[in-house]
């Protein structure tokens, strides 16, 4: 049995290695702390179904290496993302000081009207912080973006990221700024939108065709 959404969504996970970008998904969709540590070669993709704001969107979530080499693969993978979880490592200055890097590839190479919420992972690791709330929020207010602070090990906050992110796109949907028609917009009708759309159509020729 098929799903049915409202809306199919292109979503990334960006950020330097190590932050904690493939727990946050796995956390996501499996409801679990993901023990494996290894990096993330390439891409990797989740997806699951989300209800916000009355509508139900299917998120398509491309989970980016963080790693130098692999950027020029990864970037290919922007094309058309209507949203983006930006992550840094709360307990790592290093992957702070990079955001500027990730954030500008996103803007230059995604949807211009990308939704890009940004995330201090690992707040479990309080003792070890090296970058504050307070600084962070700052950065985040300053470039235009939602921030919060998850933890994939508790699961503190990683659904509230992605339902804010998709909270914000599907409103830039109803205002217009999104357009599911547009090429590139990273937005396709799912299932029940067409329905209701078709039915809309219908009620306003009168209910079908008429053949000759």
């Known amino acids: ?101 990730w954030l500008s590839d996103a803007r230059t190479l995604a949807n211009p009207n990308i939704v890009i919420i940004m995330v201090g992972n690992k707040k479990d690791l309080e003792k070890d912080r090296e970058v504050t709330f307070l600084e962070a929020s700052q950065f985040a207010q300053e470039h235009d973006l939602m921030f919060l602070e998850t933890s994939a090990m508790s699961g503190e906050n990683v659904e509230d990221a992605f339902l804010t992110c998709s909270r914000s796109i599907l409103g830039k949907i109803e205002s217009g700024e999104l357009n599911p028609d547009a090429v590139g917009s990273g937005i396709q009708y799912g299932e029940a939108s067409m329905r209701r759309l078709e039915h809309r159509d219908q009620k306003r020729t009168g209910g079908g065709c008429r053949c000759v």
């Open 1 to 101: 049995m098929s799903e049915k959404y409202d809306f199919l969504v292109k979503f990334l996970v960006i950020g330097c290695a190590g932050v904690g970008k493939s727990s946050i998904l796995h956390h996501f969709i499996e409801g679990k702390f993901k023990q494996e540590t290894n990096h993330t070669i390439g891409v990797e993709f989740g997806s699951k179904v989300i209800q916000a704001g009355g509508k139900s969107a299917k998120l398509q979530i491309w989970d980016t290496a963080g790693q130098e080499r692999f950027r020029s693969v990864t970037r290919s993978y922007y094309r058309g993302a209507a949203g983006a979880l930006l992550v840094y490592d709360i307990s790592s200055r290093e992957t702070y000081t990079n955001l500027m890097s």
